[in-house]
């Protein structure tokens, strides 16, 4: 199981709005496929010692899901609400990374899922977005 965070959204235009990046807090568990491949090498230091280098590349794709929060607006609600507040979603969606050693980004196709009265007049609710992700593990190997 890995964790990612979704620092930026690109969300397509919606109605009268147009195309929105999005840099959010948005932090989410995944779960899915990861292959690993490790290199270890010895590099031979002046004092005539080695010493050991271990690399590792890894690749995954799965599933993820999370909360995060968004700004929600008149321009958000179809102007079905005066007040901007920042409001808690629900993410859910696939993502692909590539990882070296402890860095790991990738890409995300997502929807979001307003918690609260608003959802019903949010104009990306369920609608796609694609995300830039960078992640590390949470599990021991």
Not at 17 to 33: E, P, R, T
């Amino acid at each position: 199981m890995n964790f990612i965070i979704l620092p930026l959204k690109l969300r397509p235009a919606v109605k009268e709005v147009s195309h929105q990046l999005n840099c959010d807090f948005n932090g989410s568990i995944c779960a899915g496929y990861l292959k690993n491949r490790y290199n270890i090498d010895y590099l031979n230091h002046k004092s005539g010692l080695y010493v050991r280098n271990i690399s590792n590349y890894e690749f995954f794709y799965g599933l993820f899901m999370g909360i995060g929060n968004t700004f929600i607006s008149p321009t958000t609600t179809d102007h079905a609400i005066d007040d901007e507040y920042d409001g808690v979603v629900l993410q859910k969606g696939i993502a692909v990374y590539m990882g070296y050693n402890n860095l790991k980004a990738g890409i995300a196709i997502g929807m979001d899922n307003l918690l609260g009265k608003d959802r019903k007049n949010w104009i990306y609710e369920n609608r796609p977005y694609l995300a830039f992700t960078l992640g590390f593990n949470i599990e021991n190997k």
